[in-house]
């Protein structure tokens, strides 16, 4: 497995916009990350279908519809000040907690 190349300036049950490809302009709640593949899941967005196979018995094959998974480079953190997309940048507060804060506002985007 390789390692992640990215910072990864996003965690799970983050508002995301996402900035291009097909689902530009959209927003919802990321689902699930993979730091090794540099990709993330966002809630209904990015659906694929996949052809499930029956055992013949119980299970029924199916098409199933499921969220794919997006690049990390092409979704940005939603401020909820702003109310689109931003970039962020790592902060080290007094108590040396290190929170996400917005680059061109300086708003804290964590909750402390």
């Known amino acids: 497995m390789k390692k992640a190349s990215y910072k990864l300036h996003l965690k799970k049950d983050d508002i995301v ?57 092409n979704v940005l953190l939603v401020s909820d000040k702003v109310g689109k997309g931003v970039r962020t940048k ?6 040396g907690k290190r929170v996400r804060v917005c680059s061109k506002t300086g708003d804290v985007l964590d909750k402390v």
């Open 17 to 73: 916009q996402v900035i291009a490809g097909k689902e530009k302009g959209k927003k919802g709640k990321i689902l699930a990350i993979f730091p090794t593949r540099e990709r993330l899941s966002v809630e209904k967005l990015n659906m694929v279908k996949r052809h499930t196979k029956g055992d013949g018995k119980s299970k029924q094959s199916a098409i199933v519809e499921k969220e794919g998974t997006i690049h990390i480079s």
């Open 90 to 95: 790592l902060k080290k507060l007094a108590d």
